[in-house]
């Protein structure tokens, strides 16, 4: 069974000060691992991927993450974190090498980022 | 742009009803998922489909039934609604092409079961 933990239910950081938001991976074998972000009322829009190859990975709107291996995290990161950046954001994985084709979520992690 | 596309945002229903959640995407995409959203549990997978009319289970799949007759539409069923199903669904879509594996999701639909 593959799942994922997002130990901090919500993470406050203020405007302009570095942030990063929490995730750690179970599953068999090697992962894929995704971040999704979404705003009020809306669905989850795409952020960025991890498939293969360099364990830094760059997505939209500046965010980044790192696969850690050794430690099964993936862990999401900004620089300098913006009002908008406020959202609730979610981890996911699935296995590359086995089972289902279906990602599994973390519960998520609200960020709020105070002006 | 593509779209994944949700045909209600809300929806109230009466329990004992029987309820269909409709979704089109018009990527071609060979996958289609059900997840349901709930504060503090994250996104849980119901069913999910890998072609037509091939359905698998997902994590929870009871009280739900699945319909995807084209390629293009994956229906969701609550064969009769009781209020622990009012949640948030969103549907989703991904390709199968290496390489991609990430999802495409609807707007969602937030159903109330009075």
């Known amino acids: 069974a593959q799942s994922v933990a997002q130990p901090e239910d919500q993470v406050n950081v203020a405007e302009g000060n570095p942030l990063t938001v929490k995730c750690t991976y179970s599953?068999?074998?090697?992962?894929?691992l995704f971040w999704y972000v979404q705003y009020p009322n809306r669905g989850l829009q795409f952020l960025l991927k991890y498939i293969t190859g360099d364990n830094l990975v760059k997505g939209s709107y500046g965010f980044e993450a790192e696969f850690n291996k050794s430690q099964t995290s993936f862990h999401l990161k900004k620089p300098s974190a913006l009002v908008s950046d406020s959202a609730l954001y979610f981890c996911?994985?699935?296995?590359?090498?086995?089972?289902?084709?279906?990602?599994?979520f973390g519960s998520g992690t609200r960020l709020q980022v105070q002006p | 742009d593509v779209k994944v596309t949700q045909s209600s945002r809300y929806l109230v229903k009466r329990t004992g009803e029987k309820v269909f959640l409709e979704c089109v995407q018009d990527m071609d995409h060979e996958n289609m998922f059900w997840y349901r959203q709930d504060p503090g549990l994250g996104l849980r997978l119901i069913y999910f489909?890998?072609?037509?009319?091939?359905?698998e289970k997902g994590d929870i799949p009871e009280g739900y039934s699945v319909s995807r007759e084209k390629k293009e539409r994956f229906s969701l069923i609550l064969e009769s609604a009781s209020t622990n199903q009012t949640s948030m669904y969103l549907c989703a879509s991904s390709s199968t092409g290496v390489g991609n594996y990430g999802y495409t999701f609807g707007s969602g639909t937030r159903l109330t079961v009075v």
């Open positions: 599953v068999s074998g090697n992962p894929y």
């Open positions: 489909s890998y072609d037509v009319k091939m359905k």
């Open positions: 996911a994985v699935r296995a590359r090498d086995t089972g289902r084709r279906a990602l599994t």
